[in-house]
């Protein structure tokens, strides 16, 4: 109940006057159809796997607060997307503009150069980090595990 909340409010949708009085899912599904006319998700999104990805986006919020991370001693391969997505990486990162993105992702870059102790290459691949393995990105992709395979 408190997700779908912040969910409505971090999207500032609005809310028919009999909201409340309607069942959990049914404020779920209004909530999702909301986003999709806003292009907040995908238009042909289902409310199944939406549902499975916000879950899956709350224990992944969760484990990064509780994780960890140590210095690694290997030589790591970075792969960066070259493009953002024009969704948000997570419903909560909604409001962020492009350049707090972009910041984002150097300050992700650097605290993985703080933790590769062996070395670290970061590869520019071409789409955003949902499609750099689809086609026509996917060939970028390949094209950069190549050269690290015929580099070892």
Known sequence: METLKELIHHFKLITPDDFDQ???????IY??????KMHYIPVDSNTGLVRIYIVVQLFNKHVVHIYNSQAYTQYIDYFLSSERSPY?????????????????????????????????????????????VEEPHVLGLAKALQQCINRN
């Open 22 to 28: 309607r069942e959990l899912d049914e404020q779920f």
């Open 31 to 36: 909530a999702v159809e909301q986003m999709k």
């Open 88 to 132: 948000p990486d997570t419903f909560i990162e909604k409001t962020a503009s492009l350049d707090e993105k972009e910041d984002n992702a150097d300050r992700r870059v650097q605290r993985w150069h703080e933790l590769a102790t062996g070395g670290m290459q970061v590869h520019l691949v071409p789409g955003t980090h949902q499609t750099l």
